[in-house]
């Protein structure tokens, strides 16, 4: 194993979802060159899934202020200047994240994906792989590092909290009337960006199903006042049912973190949440909306990490003449009834 690779520069940015996905990276990385330090970038708001990671030796965030214009130009350019870099993974290849390899140019490896804008830039561009999960896509980046020793190719992403983080949910949740002795079903049923939810007439129909056929409590997951609306929504529509507990709380992603450690299954609209729950290894079943690829970013997909598109039933090419409704209205509820209830059946407890 080469002693070459001291310290790696991971750069990231984005959301959630994004960032937890490419935890694989990290993860391979640290199996691959145990003694490197793990340097991740990353969004100021993202940081705190990350604290004490044992894959990630130092995270560098960015927050609203210093990610634009001579601010965020500056920043880059004194991290470069204050760090010696063996690596740098630009996960994004931007045109925005490539000043992290053009204030560094005498690091070694330099690699990112093959754009126009990337030449002597990056030395090593590799072209997206087709065909492949964004985790798959992922891990390609470290193909370059073989040079310096066997890659450790891992497609596991996890998350960690700490016991006494753990605990302390559970006890925030037994104070909400939840009983940990029975199991708890985290639901998404509103989406960040309005309009990309399965219509609520069939969300609504398949919850009635998992409450009357299963004895589980479901914990409704949102965030921000809109989101907040629609759950709520969805709350009385179901006739406020005391199995549904509407008022749990995530106060920050470690929280939701600990939230999703304590459901035994995950179910809804794909996006964030649906990725940390994989992370904690919780059993789920997304929808995924029109123009959101399956196939991409269901990494991993098994008996146990499920999900239903649009393209399940109608390939894209024939989609294009559909409107955004007609497209999501392909999704049906006897599809993805037929596709839940055989996971619910299999990982949660007999009653």
């Known amino acids: 194993m080469s002693d070459k ?12 979802g994004d960032s937890v996905l490419s935890m694989a990276l990290c993860h391979s990385l640290k199996q691959s060159f145990p003694a490197a330090k793990i340097h991740f970038v990353l969004n100021e708001n993202i940081a705190p899934l990350y604290k004490d990671h044992p894959d990630i030796d130092r995270i560098i965030t960015f927050n609203d202020k210093e990610n634009h214009g001579w601010t965020y130009v500056k920043k880059v350019r004194e991290l470069m200047k204050a760090n010696h870099y063996d690596a740098i993974i ?8 490539m000043l992290f390899s053009l204030f560094s140019l005498s690091t070694p490896y330099r690699i990112g994906r093959k754009k126009w804008y990337g030449r002597g830039l990056l030395n090593f561009r590799l072209q997206a792989p087709e065909g492949t999960d964004r985790v798959a896509s992922n891990l390609q980046l470290l193909e370059p590092l073989s040079a310096e020793g066997k890659i450790v190719k891992d497609d596991s992403f996890p998350l960690y909290i700490s016991a006494e983080e753990k605990e302390r949910y559970k ?3 037994c104070n909400k009337g939840l009983d940990l002795t029975k199991p708890i079903v985290l639901v998404a049923v509103a989406t960040r960006i309005v309009g990309k939810a399965w219509p609520h007439d069939r969300m609504l129909e398949v919850l009635k199903r998992i409450l009357t056929n299963y004895s589980v409590q479901l914990v409704f997951n949102y965030s921000g006042p809109i989101e907040e609306k629609v759950a709520r929504q969805f709350y009385q529509d179901l006739n406020c049912n005391p199995r549904i507990f509407l008022g749990v709380e995530a106060k920050g992603l470690r929280e939701l973190c600990a939230l999703c450690a304590c459901s035994l299954f995950f179910f809804g609209n794909e996006g964030g949440p649906r ?3 994989q992370a904690f290894d919780v059993p789920s079943f997304a ?17 146990r990490y499920q999900g239903i598109s649009p393209d399940d039933s109608v390939t894209p090419a024939k ?15 006897e599809s993805v009834w037929e596709g ?3 996971m619910l059946d299999k ?4 009653s």
């Open 5 to 16: 690779l001291k310290t790696i520069l991971i750069i990231r940015f984005r959301r959630v």
């Open 90 to 97: 630009d996960m994004r290849s931007t045109v925005k994240t």
């Open 171 to 173: 006890i925030y949740l």
């Open 275 to 277: 990725h940390i729950s």
């Open 287 to 303: 929808i995924y909306p029109p123009g959101i690829s399956k196939d991409f970013w269901l990494p991993g997909k098994s008996e």
């Open 319 to 333: 989609q294009e003449n559909l409107s955004y409704k007609e497209r999501m209205e392909l999704i049906t509820i």
């Open 340 to 342: 839940l209830y055989p």
């Open 347 to 350: 990982f949660l407890p007999k």
